[in-house]
């Protein structure tokens, strides 16, 4: 077993930035302007596809935290400090780097719409708070564990994907849900960088967007979510590796293909569609046979499915055959 043991001034090993993207940037930075050109050009908002509905009083999001915990979701550890996981981020929209949280704080989080749009029955277009009062909100204790090999465990508040999935009212040929994060880069400079394939997408099956595991996050700690965590909406697929959790949402779309994500774009060789964690599999570059947990960089062994197979092993029955860590 080998794990990249890291100062904090060495540059991070990224979610983790494949080779030639490193090796390549010198070669990329030289033509970032012309990149950032081509993205002002298409960066623009959603048109609305709905009315939002009127005399809805808008509820103050705060009122809402912290929310009732459920007790069905218990960890074998500590919960990582606020100030340890608050200060310890990958958004690579702000940076390829894990201290980002006062870039992040440049975000628009208001007004914030969310675009629900491919094979539903109708396409809408939401604004956050008009999403948040239709669903009811929990905290749930969950383990997040990072293709680095770092973890942590945070109170997540929010509701599961599987209430949003019924919201949109999927069409019978849906068999997959991709979801996008804002494309802003005025405001979020890692986006200037034209090398990676923004905005960042992630997708996950139906069987996997309706797993009770699977959970959209709006708050942590007791709070609305912090900017630098994804505000205002992010996922938290705990079974999976953390790229998986895609941060600052703005689309889900409903689609008959597997969607392609950022980090597969990137780096198809390193990072594939399933991402389950598996302490078996090594990543091409380092063991993922133990994790580093932050705040007390204690190392424990990583556990399949991120110990949560009880509730996911039966989505992957059959399909032994794929390379269900990547
Ligand atoms: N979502 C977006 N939009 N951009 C990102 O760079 N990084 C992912 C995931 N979601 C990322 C993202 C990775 S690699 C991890 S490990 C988690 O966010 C980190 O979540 P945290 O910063 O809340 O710990």
């Not at 999403?131 to 749930?140: F, I, P, Q, S, T």
């Not at 709070?223 to 703005?250: D, H, N």
């Not at 091409?284 to 556990?303: F, H, I, K, M």
Request: charged residues 25%.
């Amino acid at each position: 077993m080998h794990i990249i043991a890291r100062r904090s001034w060495e540059i991070a090993e990224a979610c983790a930035t494949p080779e030639e993207v490193f090796l390549n940037r010198r070669h990329f930075l030289a033509k970032a302007g012309l990149g950032a050109g081509l993205i002002a050009g298409v960066a623009s908002g959603f048109v609305p596809l709905g009315a939002r509905a009127q005399g809805q009083p808008a509820k103050g999001p705060a009122d809402r935290y912290p929310a009732p915990r459920n007790a069905a979701y218990k960890l074998d550890r500590d919960l990582t400090d606020e100030d340890v996981s608050s200060t310890y981020n990958n958004f690579y929209e702000f940076g390829s780097h894990k201290r980002i949280y006062k870039a992040a704080q440049e975000m628009k989080l208001k007004p914030w719409q969310i675009r629900i749009d491919g094979l539903v029955e109708e396409e809408m277009i939401l604004d956050i708070d008009d999403l948040l009062a239709k669903v009811d909100l929990e905290e749930r204790l969950y383990r997040h564990r990072c293709v680095e090999a770092w973890a942590m465990a945070v109170p997540w508040t929010g509701f599961a994907l599987a209430d949003l999935v019924r919201l949109a009212r999927p069409k019978a040929g849906a068999s997959h849900v991709r979801f996008q994060t804002f494309f802003d880069p005025d405001v979020a400079s890692g986006q200037r960088q034209s090398w990676y394939p923004w905005p960042y997408t992630e997708g996950v099956t139906m069987a996997e967007a309706t797993n009770e595991l699977a959970f959209l996050v709006t708050g942590v700690y007791g709070k609305p979510l912090a900017a630098q965590f994804g505000a205002p909406l992010r996922l938290a697929l705990p079974w999976k590796y953390g790229f998986k959790s895609v941060k600052s949402i703005s689309r889900i779309t409903f689609t008959s293909e597997r969607p392609t994500s950022f980090w597969q774009a990137v780096g198809p060789k390193e990072y594939g569609f399933w991402a389950n964690v598996n302490p078996e599999v090594p990543h091409p570059r380092w063991s993922q046979a133990s994790e580093r947990l932050l705040g007390t960089d204690e190392t424990v062994p990583t556990r399949l499915f991120n110990g949560y197979g009880e509730q996911v092993a039966a989505i992957y029955r059959g399909l032994e055959g794929q390379p269900l860590y990547r």
